[in-house]
C-alpha cells in the first residue's frame, strides 16, 4: 500500500490492479475508485476507522466492479457513481453520471469526462487543483502510465480523441492508472522509439522501483506527454499503427 500526502491512497489487489481511496478533508468518509474486490478494501477501511460514503467505477469491466457487491453489504449506504449509459453493465448505481457533470464529493469538486475508447461509455473523474493539492485523474483503462488500454469497444479515432483530453488536463496533475503496466509499456515503448532519451531515463527509473517492489503510480500528466507514445501520437492512425504494435509485443 503507498499513501500520499494529498489524501489519496492506492492498494494493490489481484494480480496487476490497483484500487484507489479517496480520504475526506473533514470527518472519517472516504471513497473508492473501482474496486475490483472488496475483502482487502474493506479491511483497509475498518484498520483506520474509516466509513465508505461512495463508489466511483471508471468502466463495467469486473475487475473495476467485483468487489462492490460485497461493499455495499457493509456499507449499504455508499453511493455507486457509474455512466448511466452503462447501467444494465454497472449495477447498483445511485448516481448515473455523463461527461460534463460535475460532483461534490468528501469537500472535494469532482469532473466527469468522457473516455470512450477502452469500452464504449469509459469515464474518468478529475479533482482539479487546490492549495497545496496539484490535481488528480482516475482513468480507469484509457490511459495507463507510458500506455492506454486495448481498445475492445472503441475505435482509434475516440481514443486519440480521450487522450488528448486528458493531455489537455494540468501538466502537474496526478495520473492514477487502474493497472501496474508500465515497465512492460515503457519496455516496448524503448524498442518502438529507441532513439527518445526520455522514455529510456524512465524506464531506467521505473526498473529501479519495481526491483524495489514499489508502485509506479502516480503518473503526471507532463511525464505521459513526454513519454507516453500514445498520447504523444500526432493522429488515430498513428496510434491505431502503436496500439496494433503493441497488441503483439511479447517482449
Known amino acids: 500500500m503507498q499513501e500520499t ?3 489519496v491512497s492506492l492498494i494493490p489487489v489481484l494480480h496487476d490492479n490497483y484500487v484507489f481511496v479517496l480520504h475526506g478533508d473533514a470527518g472519517r468518509q ?5 474496486p475490483a474486490v472488496a475483502e482487502p478494501v474493506q479491511a ?3 484498520q483506520r476507522g474509516l466509513e465508505l460514503a461512495a463508489i466511483l467505477h471508471t468502466h463495467h469491466h469486473h475487475d473495476h466492479i467485483g468487489g462492490a457487491p460485497q461493499l455495499l453489504e457493509r456499507w449499504p449506504q455508499a453511493e455507486v457513481i457509474a455512466s448511466r449509459a452503462d447501467q444494465e453493465r454497472i449495477p447498483h448505481q445511485t448516481r448515473g453520471v455523463a461527461g460534463g457533470d460535475q460532483l461534490e464529493l468528501l469537500g472535494r469538486s469532482i469532473q466527469v469526462l468522457s473516455v470512450p ?8 473523474f478529475y479533482l482539479p487543483p487546490t492549495a497545496g493539492d496539484d490535481g488528480h485523474l482516475f482513468c480507469g483503462d484509457t490511459l495507463f502510465a507510458a500506455g492506454c488500454g486495448r481498445l475492445f469497444e472503441g475505435t482509434p479515432e475516440q481514443m486519440h480523441h480521450s487522450l488528448q483530453q486528458l493531455a489537455a488536463l494540468p501538466e502537474a496533475t496526478q495520473v492514477w492508472c487502474a493497472h501496474e503496466y508500465t515497465e512492460g509499456n515503457l519496455r516496448w515503448a524503448s524498442q518502438e522509439d529507441p532513439t527518445n532519451q526520455a522514455i529510456a531515463e524512465r524506464l531506467a527509473a521505473v526498473e529501479a522501483t519495481r526491483r524495489g517492489g514499489e508502485a509506479t503510480i502516480p503518473s503526471t500528466v507532463a511525464l505521459e506527454k513526454a513519454t507516453n507514445l500514445f498520447v504523444r501520437a500526432k493522429d488515430a492512425e498513428e496510434l491505431r499503427r502503436r496500439r496494433g504494435s503493441k497488441d503483439l509485443w511479447r517482449g
Open 5 to 7: 500526502a494529498n489524501r
Open 30 to 34: 472516504a471513497a473508492v475508485v473501482d
Open 117 to 124: 475508447g477502452h469500452t464504449a461509455h469509459h469515464i474518468a
Open 44 to 46: 483497509w477501511l475498518e
